[in-house]
Structure formats: C-alpha cells, structure tokens
C-alpha cells in the first residue's frame, strides 16, 4: 500500500508542472469550443489529468536500475485470459468448503491484483463518460485503448529505455482495466 502512496505523492509533485505547462492551451481549447470557460468545466479537466498522471505512475513506478532489468529472466507476457482465477485458486489459500479461509484469502496478492486493476480505471469510466459524453461503447473502448497503453507501456520496457519489459503485459490486465472503466 505504501507504494501506491508514493506514486501518488510524486503525481502531487509533478502535477503543479504539468498544469502550469498546460493552462493556456487548454484555456484556448476550452474557449473555442464552447465560447466560454467555467470553473467546473476547469476544474473537472485538471481533475481528470491529475487522475492520469497518478494512473501513470502506478504504471510505470518504482523504476528499477537498468542493470537489473538485464539481468531479469521472468516471463514477459502473460497469454492466457482468466489465469488470476487460476492463481487465485491456487495461491491464496482458498477454500469453499471451508469458510475460515474465505477473509484470508482476500488479503492476498493474487486477490487485491485484480481489484486494484479494476479500480484504476474506474475514474477514466466516469470522466469519459461526464467530461466528453462518450457513449456506452465508446467509453469500453476508450478503456480498453487505456488499458493497452498502460501494457504496452510495460512491454516496451518503458519506451524501449530498458532493455526488456521490467513488468509482466498480462492480459487479465486488459479485462479488469476494462472492466474497471466500464463500471465508471
């Protein structure tokens, strides 16, 4: 959990940047489309880039030192749909017969993965969806293309500054990203 605060720590640190950096373009944008600006208009649109920003750097942070990254033999891609329920299954102690087990296992990683994958996106459901009216589909869509910039992000290795993706692409990412962004 401290390392989610972290990440949201630094996107407080980078935010008032990015924000001074892109005030007036936004203001202009902002102007020409509907002849006016609002503070609530404003305000939910830096609300969404902090948001982000934020998202972003859950993604990508802690950055490990390059040498490291050379020296990784993990897999790089994770293929098959549905397999956090498999790892579930299998990690977490879980038993439905025996109902001791069942708050144990919702502490474990392979549980709290999923659902923190869930909710990252949900936000990004809700600001497509009040912020740009997309429709219904268009908002799974949206999502999804999210979701996949965030894992192709990883298997690049950052942009190909690493030599090797230092974060596995999984596809069961995709899924709950996109289902997080469809309940938002």
């Keep these: 959990m401290s390392l989610y605060i972290s990440n949201i720590k630094s996107a407080v640190i980078i935010f008032p940047f990015l924000a001074a950096f892109i005030t007036l373009p936004l203001l202009v944008i902002e102007y020409r489309h509907y002849g006016s600006f609002t503070f609530k208009r404003v305000f939910v649109l830096y609300t969404m880039i ?3 920003l934020a998202a972003y750097l859950m993604v990508i942070l802690p950055l490990p030192s390059i040498e490291s990254v050379f020296k990784m033999t993990s897999a790089r891609v994770q293929l098959i749909p549905f397999n956090f329920v498999h790892d579930f299954l ?3 102690g879980f038993s439905l017969v ?5 708050v144990g296992s919702l ?3 392979s549980f709290l993965q999923p659902v923190f994958n869930i909710l990252l996106i949900i936000p990004f459901g809700f600001y ?3 912020y740009f009216r997309l429709s219904f589909k268009k ?6 293309l999210l979701s996949l ?3 192709l992000t990883q298997l690049s290795g950052l942009y190909w500054i ?4 230092y974060r596995l692409f999984d596809v069961d990412d995709l899924m709950m990203n996109t289902l997080g962004g469809t309940f938002g």
């Design 149 to 151: 910039f965030f894992e």
């Design 128 to 130: 497509i969806r009040y």
């Design 98 to 102: 025996h109902p001791g087990t069942w």
């Design 162 to 165: 690493y030599p090797r993706s």
């Design 90 to 92: 299998t990690e977490s």
């Design 50 to 52: 902090f948001y982000l």
């Design 139 to 144: 908002t799974i869509l949206a999502s999804f």
């Design 107 to 109: 502490k474990t990683i």
